[in-house]
Structure formats: C-alpha cells, structure tokens
C-alpha cells in the first residue's frame, strides 16, 4: 500500500474505491494486482462502521441442511421480500469467504472443547447458532486483517481525509452516452478539490443512519455514496427500510453505543423498569425475534408505560460467562458505571442500518457503466424489508468479491467516453459567511427524521417531514451554489438528499411490512411480495462548480 497525502489537484487510477469500510478494503484486496487501486477515506483508514460492528458474520458452515436453513432464515426475516436469486448466492458464498478471512490471519473465536472448529454463536432470526465472531469485537478484528493485508500490497494507495463530492460521469458533462469517469474529492487537509479519473469507480461508503437523532453509527454514516449515486443517475431502492437496533445503551455520555444482538443470543433478556420480561407478550420467539419486531416492541412499552428506556439483563450467566463472551462491552460499560455482571443495562433503540441503497446486479454494477456499489450503499435484494443479523458483514465481503471479478473482466476502454475532465472551478463562489446555518440545518433534519420518519409512522408525520425537508434541500442547495465547500456542507448535502429518498419511499409503501410500519396501511400487502420501492432520479444536472464545454449539449435543469 502506498500513503500519499501531498497536495495535488489531478490524479489518475484503475479503479477508485470511495469508503474504506469492509467492503471497499475487501474489494481492494480481491483486484488483480496488476491494477493500480486508489482507496479514499473521509478519515483514518481504520474509520467507518465496520469496526464497530460487535456481533459476527452469518456463514452456513455446518453443510447443506444449514445453508438451505440460512437461506430461509433471510428471506423470512426480510418478510418474503429477499429476492431469492440473489439470497441463494450470498448464503452459498459464506464459508468461502470465512475460509479467506482466516487465510487473511483473521482472529475468530475457536470452540473451547473443539479447537478446529470456530465457535459460533445466534442471534436474532436465525433458526441455529451460524455467527462467526471474534469475541464481542469482530468488526474491530475483521478491519485489522484487511487493513494488514491492504498495507502489504504494493498496487494499493490510500488517501486518508478525502471526502468525495460528486461522481464525474460523461452524461453530466453533457455527453448523450454515459459512464463514470472518476470523482471530485474534497481534500479535507489541504482544503482543496481533487479531480480523480478511473476506469471503474465503486461506491463503498456505507449506511445513512446518521439521518436521524439518535443512532448507533458513526459520524462518518451520512448516505454520501446513495447520495452521489443517486444525483448520477441511478436508480434506489428500499429506502423506507431503516433498521433500528433495539438495544442502544441509554446513555448520554455512550454516544449511542450499540449492545451486540448477541448478548440476546446468548441467553439476555429484556424486562420492564419493574422487573417483569415484555418480549414474550409480543412475539413467540422472545428475544430471539428478529430486530423489527424488538424494536417496535421496546418503543410500545416505552410510550405505553411513559418511561425513558427499558433494560437487558444477561447478569444471571455469571462473570466468568460475561467476561469470555463480551469482554469489550463489559469494559465499555463500566466506564460509565454500568457492571453487566451484576445488573441490568438500560437500552433504548436506535438508527442502525440501511437495507435500501443503490440498485445493483450480482456483480455490484449500478445503472451506470464504470460505476459499482457494494455493501450498505447498494441495494442488492439480499435484505428485503429487514436485515437478518449478521448478514451484512457477509454481503459486504460476496460482493466485493464479486465486483472485483466483473472489474477484472471489463476492457480497457470503458470510461473513455470524454477525453478531457474539466477542473473543478471555485472562481465564481466565496468562503461561507455564516458556518451556523449547516449546523442548524443538520441538527434540525435529524430531529424532524426522529420524530416523523421512526419506527411508527403515519402519512401525516411522513408528509409534514417531507415539506420540512424540502425547505432544508433549498436552502442547502442555495448554499452548495455560492460558497466553497467543506466537509460539513458535503455530508449535510448528502443527509437531506437521502432522507427525502427515505420519506418519499415510505409515502410510497401503502402497507406494512418489516421496519417500515405504517398504523395508517397497518396490514401486509400479499400482492407485494417481491415489490421494492424503486426511485426513478430525475435527469442529471451539470456541476454548479464546474464550467462546462459549451459545445456540448447540457442535460435538463431539474425542477
């Protein structure tokens, strides 16, 4: 891996990468090595959700019976939306991909009386334990072996603190064919904007739960790739789909840290302030539920008893239990003065993961030539209306190898539709006089999702989001149009695109079904099975900061 951080305004590569998360290291990681592969970051390499992530990766290791089981598993967590295509690929997929993690050095945790076997644990919607992990903290692990092996590769280069702008693509630049071209990159550092040209260019920036108030993510999880893939010209889908996970610990100072599905697999129940378990009242499966129905559950209780949260209890294990199985959540809890060895946990649910995305095949290619995405970005048809536990992890790692193959395969030629890539030009716009107006707009779209887009919705709190939404897209497009951007300006551009993606998919479901549930549609449409909320975008527009060729013809003005 090459580091370059010197200030340049031109770079040229094989494939770009944008997101340096499991699915952009592993897609780097997957390409031939006589490709030269520029990975971008908006932070440190290590940034992202991945490390975050504590529970595991889904994989049928136990033959057959269990990956016909995991594929069943899938489709009915997603509520028969799954496309079945494209889950059977995935499942089938799984121990390969566990058998290269460990190839990779990849620490999973043996099986105490078994030491060639890894242990494996259940979670939520699995019908039997199939969760490889490394203890309680495998996203952790799984971002050191790939970001190792990423060093180690000399075709690699990574440009930390680079946030992209926009995709480059030759019908945006007034071409009547189309393909991407590259991308314009904010260089967070040096305060300037970098054309980067590629063959091929994927979109590997995650989810957008950072829409909304409260969630498990990090800072970095603001929909950038749906965003740009979307103003490009791609197709979305499932966007109403925005899981929340159930157990959050409800505790200002955590800034919402997650407390893995895993803890519930192991045995962890949820009780009320007094005491008495809920979770049987609601589903026959308890706690083992899948993550929707938990979620829904915990917020019931919540409203009907008017309480702040609720709790998890896995104390009566012991600590020996706890301390083997969770030692990263057990530490991270006592540093706020929370013993899981001895009490309960108060928890609350939070913004978790985007089942929607952009809309991709097998081999992760979107609407676009030259122009992939792959895990959380896209929107694959592995999750339907709901994510199975540990599945994205796994889906992050198939299509990166899948898109990896299908780049390899393509010619040379592909994104040589224009010859010459205007520079990105700031001339005509000034530094921004009052930075508070992005900080009141991003605080006040992630309120108006919490409040009107959450876990219940009605038509009524969804069309009062939207008009409110559609007054922050102005505002903040009038912004984007006359002052310099930064890399605040750039995510909040981002967060109001995708949460208007968000509520105009859900005003467009008229049932419920999985996270989205509607008390004005409250039933599942039988007829809808395999329907997805797809979004047509409308024609591309040019670039406010890029001058155009004149000779060209420029693509309609959207309205």
Known sequence: ???????????????????????????????????????????????????????????????????????????????????????????????????????????????????????????????????????????????????????????????????????????????????????????????????????????????????????????????????????????????????????????????SFLISEAVRGEGGVLLRPDGTRFMPDHHPDAELAPRDIVARAIDAEIKRLGIDCVYLDISFKGREFIETHFPMIHQRCLEFGYDMTKEPLPVVPAAHYTCGGVMTDLAGQTDIPGLFAIGETAHTGLHGANRLASNSLLECLVFAEAAARRIADLPRDTAETVLTIPAWDESQVTDPDEAVVVTHNWDELRRSMWSYVGIVRTTKRLSRARARINLLRREIHDYYAHFRVSNNLIELRNLVEVADLIVRSALNRHESRGLHYSRDFPETNPRADHFDTVLIPPPARPYPQVKQDRSRTAPPQEE
């Open 1 to 255: 891996m090459t580091e370059s951080n010197a200030p340049t305004t031109q770079l040229q590569t094989d494939v770009l990468i944008i997101g340096s998360g499991a699915a952009g290291l592993a897609m780097a990681l997957r390409l031939p090595e006589h490709l030269d592969v520029l990975v971008i970051s908006k932070g440190k390499l290590v940034g992202g959700s991945t490390p975050w992530a504590q529970g595991g990766i889904a994989a049928a290791l136990n033959g057959n019976e269990d990956i016909e089981q995991h594929i069943e598993d899938t489709i009915r967590a997603g509520v028969r939306l799954p496309d079945r295509e494209v889950v059977e690929h995935v499942v089938h997929a799984g121990p390969s991909q566990i058998d290269w993690l460990e190839s990779l050095g990849m620490p999973f945790t043996h099986d105490s009386e078994h030491s060639d076997r890894l242990h494996l644990t259940r979670e939520g919607g699995h019908s039997q334990r199939r969760v490889a992990h490394a203890a309680d903290h495998t996203g952790r692990s799984l971002t050191d072996t790939l970001v190792a092996a990423v060093k180690a590769r000399p075709n690699v280069r990574v440009l930390e603190y680079h946030n992209a702008i926009d995709l480059i693509t030759a019908r945006r630049l007034g071409e009547t064919r189309d393909a991407c071209l590259g991308a314009y990159v904010l260089d967070i550092e040096a305060d300037r904007v970098v054309t980067i040209r590629s063959r091929c260019t994927t979109l590997a920036t995650g989810g957008a739960a950072k829409a909304y108030l409260f969630t498990t993510n990090p800072d970095s999880a603001t929909g950038d790739g749906i965003a740009m893939g979307w103003r490009a010209g791609c197709r979305v889908a499932n966007m109403e789909f925005i899981q929340f996970h159930p157990t959050c610990l409800y505790e200002p100072r955590a800034k």
